[in-house]
């Protein structure tokens, strides 16, 4: 297997070169419709590249341009390329990258059955930054800063979940812990709707550390805790207050714990404060907890709410209203949302796929 795939690797770089050439000796640009006609038993997995896929990943990916880019793979059989698929053929042949027009089955194979909406790519992996390279913030530069500690995410689904809520409600700095967190796959990207390509995340082998460094500088380090456990003697040597009475006056990080077991020991010891969001039933045991991307989103606004910039009761009465009217609906939006970001038109997104 390995031989054939270093065969199969050698025949598509001499395809590749002899179309360049080719087209270099007739003043074309490279990829486009003529390399779209290659075998598609050519499309073979490049080494050190990863399979980015879906929309609005790939659309942002180019977009932001961390990654360096191998391959741009559209279905082939669609009806045309229209809209945001238009706009990534476009990118694409600006930056001289080769463009194939693969089957469906072959793209489904190639990204395991993922939902790929029929838009792949070959690009280099993304790494999470150290923490020292994210610039020191003076607590006196703004009160309200936030940044998000994440310790221990091992799902990535609720990882780019987490992402894009944070990326929504203007989350400042995402901080990971280097050991036992899920790593920036493609499965990470798409859960987040790309907002992971446009992200910086950072990372630290000192949790600990790190949280006691900022607490030192003046910032608040405020944990999180399930209303299942505000009675564990750990907790309890702790303020536990519900993130609806919780004021941001002060620089802040806030801290999430992993899937099941939530904040170690020792990260927890480094809390000053533990916001819990309290259910408005009794629960039965299994039940006490939210998934930890829920409950992100669900902390993140009771906090992100009271941000200065944060629309007023007149400004929210007012958006919801400019809702109602598809004209200043489409408007608004246009202005005011990422592209790609929006969970309407993901879901018109994923109808076409």
Excluded at 163 to 190: E, Q, W, Y
Aim: aromatic letters at 4%; one cysteine or more.
């Amino acid at each position: 297997m390995a031989l054939l795939s270093t065969i199969r690797g050698a025949t598509w770089g001499r395809l590749v070169t002899r179309h360049f050439s080719h087209a270099a000796r007739r003043g074309e640009r490279p990829g486009g419709e003529e390399l779209s006609r290659l075998l598609l038993d050519d499309l073979v997995p490049t080494s050190r590249l990863e399979l980015l896929f879906g929309l609005s990943p790939c659309l942002l990916a180019l977009q932001a341009a961390r990654r360096s880019v191998a391959r741009l793979l559209l279905q082939a059989g669609k009806a045309g390329l229209q809209g945001e698929r238009a706009e990534l053929l476009r990118m694409a042949e600006a930056r001289d990258i080769p463009v194939l027009r693969p089957r469906r089955q072959k793209l489904d194979t190639m990204c395991c059955y993922q939902v790929h909406q029929g838009v792949c790519m070959e690009v280099s992996p993304l790494r999470p930054r150290p923490w020292s390279e994210a610039g020191e913030a003076s607590p006196g530069d703004d009160p309200q800063q936030l940044w998000l500690v994440l310790e221990g995410i091992q799902d990535p689904r609720n990882f780019g979940a987490v992402l894009r809520s944070a990326h929504f409600l203007g989350v400042d700095k995402i901080i990971t812990s280097r050991r036992n967190s899920c790593p920036l796959t493609p499965v990470v990207s798409k859960a987040s709707a790309g907002a992971m390509e446009v992200m910086d995340v950072f990372s630290t082998d000192d949790l600990t550390g790190f949280l006691q460094t900022k607490a030192q500088q003046g910032w608040l380090v405020a944990g999180t805790v399930g209303c299942s456990r505000t009675e564990d003697p750990q907790s309890s040597k702790i303020p536990i207050t519900s993130c609806l009475e919780f004021l941001w006056d002060r620089p802040t990080l806030l801290v999430l714990g992993n899937e099941g077991s939530g904040l170690s020991q020792e990260v927890q010891a480094s809390c000053q404060l533990l916001l819990t969001i309290l259910p408005r039933r009794q629960l039965p045991p299994g039940l006490e907890s939210l998934n930890v991307s829920v409950a992100a989103g669900i902390l993140l606004h009771s906090i992100c709410s009271q941000w200065k910039g944060f629309p007023t009761e007149g400004e929210r009465r007012q958006l919801l209203q400019d809702l109602q009217e598809p004209s200043a609906r489409s408007e608004r939006l246009s202005v005011a949302q990422h592209p790609g970001l929006s969970s309407g038109s993901e879901k018109e997104r994923q109808n076409e796929s």
